[in-house]
């Protein structure tokens, strides 16, 4: 039986659920339990703490987990990426009270507080920076106000939380994180774990590309099929009207609209996108 790890709770949660379903998996889960069985697809998830799911992957006792890169790299688990998922991105950075500090290197001998000592530890030995460094659960930006640190490490959006507490963010970016597919380090998939791979990899692509179709004009096919390459090639069937056709395409999402002004321009009409729920490329 295939075992996956899902995060319980936090930014990955929604998202991995979201991936499951749109799979195929646990469709019958009412999003609370501490483990699903899916005997359809001969799978078994377990809702865990984040930060867990590394240490569970990593010894083995899982197959595949979802979970971040900082996370995946904090807890210094035995386990490897298997997909970047596209969800969940974040930067890690130092940061320190206006002034004191350029880059990392002006934190040697310092404190910083932060929530992922392991990817702090990993670039201070980088970077041949010693410092001691204030472990805590959460708010590491109140660590220097409280006079438990000097500087702080932590995960930043928009670094609006670091000013107002009075920091500033230092240095270049330490880490940058999104949420992953994660398998053991020891050992390559098995056939279930590929084919659970693959579903991902299909959910993953289809959010990526919309499915066009159009009718055109015999003399402006060339032209057309040029912008709607497809994968391969379009798909092209002959409409009832003589001279006619019609066209079907995968397209890129983010070019689509660019797509359909171009084909309306050249005397395409009938411009339809559909979504794209799964797919094997």
Known sequence: MLRIAVPNKGALSEPARKI??????????RGNEL???????????????????????????????????????????????????????????????????????????KRIATSYPGVLQNELDRNGVTATIVKLDGAVENAVALGVADAVADVVDTGTTLRKAGLEVVGDTL??????????????????AANFIRRVEGVLAAR?????????????????????PGLESPTISPLRDEGWFAVRAMVKRAEVHGVMDALYDLGGRGILVTDILACRL
């Open 35 to 109: 483990v699903v069985a899916d005997p359809e697809n001969d799978a078994e998830f377990f809702f865990l703490r984040p930060r867990d799911i590394a240490v569970y992957v990593g010894a083995g006792r899982l197959d595949l987990g979802f979970t971040g890169r900082d996370m995946l790299l904090d807890s210094a688990a035995t386990a490897v990426e298997v997909l970047p998922l596209g969800f969940g991105a974040s930067t890690f950075r130092l940061a320190a009270p206006q002034g004191v500090a350029t880059s990392i290197q002006d934190f040697d001998g």
């Open 208 to 228: 990526l590309y919309v499915m066009v179709d159009y009718d055109i004009k015999a003399e402006q096919l060339d032209a057309a099929s040029a912008i709607t």
């Open 20 to 29: 499951l379903s749109e799979a195929g998996y646990i469709r019958a889960s």
């Open 175 to 192: 880490l940058r994180s999104e949420g992953l597919l994660i398998r053991p380090a020891a050992s390559e998939p098995d056939a279930a």
